[in-house]
């Protein structure tokens, strides 16, 4: 049986998805900046919102919302693409000695991703704080908002975080 997802565009998407066999492709800073960057561009081109995020060191999670139905497989599909491309790129180029055992043809991205349907307020906080404190319980922060490529700084203090957030709660 097929899990349905449900697309219709009148409540957020939790989603997750995972670097390839749980490689650590997103250890280095400016490769969790990238999938910031591409997470930033692809909701601009589906007219997307953001609620939250984080990015792990294997794994990325998203609080997001579509005004438009049939949204969220494009703007994950285009997400996962274009991320990988730079990613790829940038281990090529600046971790070389990483980059040069990297499969040019090996996949960034597990194939798939997971999406939890939000449909109140409540499950919506519960969830950003599921992702939030995601750093803090890998043990690479000691405070949520210490972690700078998660929206935590900015539900605690407004800083920026490379993409715009449009709370949900």
């Not at 949520?144 to 929206?151: A, L, Q």
Request: with cysteine; net charge positive.
């Amino acid at each position: 049986m097929r899990r349905r997802v449900f697309d219709d565009g009148s409540f957020g998407h939790f989603v997750t998805f995972s670097c390839y066999g749980r490689a650590r492709l997103l250890d280095d800073d400016r490769a969790k900046g990238i999938v910031v960057h591409y997470l930033s561009r692809q909701l601009n081109n589906q007219a997307g919102s953001l609620a939250g995020f984080v990015v792990m060191p294997d794994h990325v999670h998203a609080l997001v919302r579509f005004s438009k139905e049939g949204m969220l497989s494009v703007f994950m599909g285009q997400w996962k693409r274009r991320s990988s491309i730079g990613l790829k790129e940038h281990l090529r180029r600046c971790l070389k000695g990483y980059g040069a055992k990297l499969d040019s043809g090996a996949p960034i991205w597990q194939a798939r991703y997971y999406s939890f349907e939000v449909f109140s307020q409540s499950k919506a906080r519960e969830k950003l704080e599921y992702m939030h404190n995601n750093p803090v319980k890998a043990g690479l922060v000691r405070h949520p908002e210490d972690w700078k490529f998660s929206s935590a700084p900015w539900y605690l203090s407004r800083i920026p975080v490379g993409v715009p957030i449009e709370p949900l709660i």
